[in-house]
């Protein structure tokens, strides 16, 4: 059953394997009445989605619902609300340099938006878009705990081959493939497992870099050890065209790479055997 909604999509079919996919940045829908509220004309608005979106990870994870899992994505642009940002400023790093739960700045340092939304302004904006994801992913979460004793969650991103200003780390040396953990939901099996099967296709993954973490519900965060996390991100130019955002012709390569990497968790972390292709 796909379950529809305005800010976001839990797609699943029959669930057999306590798999979520979280894909909170693959989307550049903004509504209408936010986008009243950018300074960004439309070609600055269009470049700065192209920096900004995790493009085709949706499309890159979608063998999750093949095999039996979850996803859960957000159908709305980080630049209306980051989802995978604290709520509060004063716990997010990101608020920064302008770049909290949500922007006032685009990724240049520039200006996004006309005015710092007013708290009225912000708890709707909270309401709308933020808490009924994290409420979504805190159910799909609970109910494969409820069913299977166990949840494993793939935090699925992707990022640019060249450091954005905004960015905290500057490293120009960035790898194909980076793995983002939690030191208390990412067992050392799963990080691991995940660098010998990118090993083993030539692919070099760096820990926590150029970002780190991996995400888990607030309700469950340091607190329920059933539930593991694996954030991967995946270097753009492996698969698209970043100039232009159309995908190279290395995308469906990849995107079958992304898919045994999710049938060898499957198997070897969760102890699964997935059913055979007829």
């Not at 499309?59 to 093949?66: A, R």
């Not at 609970?142 to 793939?154: E, N, P, T, V």
């Not at 499957?266 to 102890?271: D, E, R, V």
Request: charge should be negative.
């Amino acid at each position: 059953m796909n379950v529809m909604k305005d800010v976001l999509a839990v797609l699943r079919e029959s669930v057999t394997v306590p798999l979520i996919a979280n894909l909170p940045h693959s989307s550049t829908h903004i509504p209408t009445s936010i986008r009243k509220s950018f300074v960004l004309d439309d070609n600055e608005l269009e470049v700065e989605l192209l920096k900004m979106t995790d493009w085709y990870v949706d499309q890159l994870f979608s063998c999750l619902n093949d095999i039996g899992g979850i996803s859960v994505i957000y159908n709305i642009s980080r630049l209306v609300l980051d989802p995978e940002r604290f709520e509060d400023d004063e716990d997010e790093d990101m608020a920064d340099v302008g770049m909290g739960v949500i922007y006032t700045k685009i990724s240049d340092g520039n200006k996004l938006r006309a005015n710092t939304p007013s708290e009225e302004e912000r708890q709707e904006l909270l309401n709308r878009f933020y808490r009924p994801y994290h409420k979504a992913i805190e159910d799909e979460t609970q109910s494969l705990l409820d069913f299977f004793g166990r949840c494993l969650i793939l935090d699925c991103h992707s990022f640019p081959s060249e450091p954005l200003p905004y960015e905290l780390n500057q490293d120009p040396n960035r790898p194909d493939i980076c793995l983002g953990t939690d030191p208390y939901h990412t067992p050392k099996e799963l990080i691991d497992l995940a660098e010998r099967f990118f090993g083993k296709h030539d692919l070099a993954t760096a820990r926590n870099m150029p970002f780190e973490g991996t995400y888990v519900p607030l309700k469950f965060l340091g607190t329920e050890k059933r539930i593991s996390s694996l954030m991967v991100e995946i270097n753009r130019k492996l698969y698209m065209d970043e100039a232009t955002g159309k995908k190279s012709q290395a995308f469906d390569q990849v995107r079958s790479i992304v898919t045994d990497m999710v049938k060898c968790i499957t198997a070897n972390i969760l102890h699964l055997q997935l059913p055979r292709s007829p």
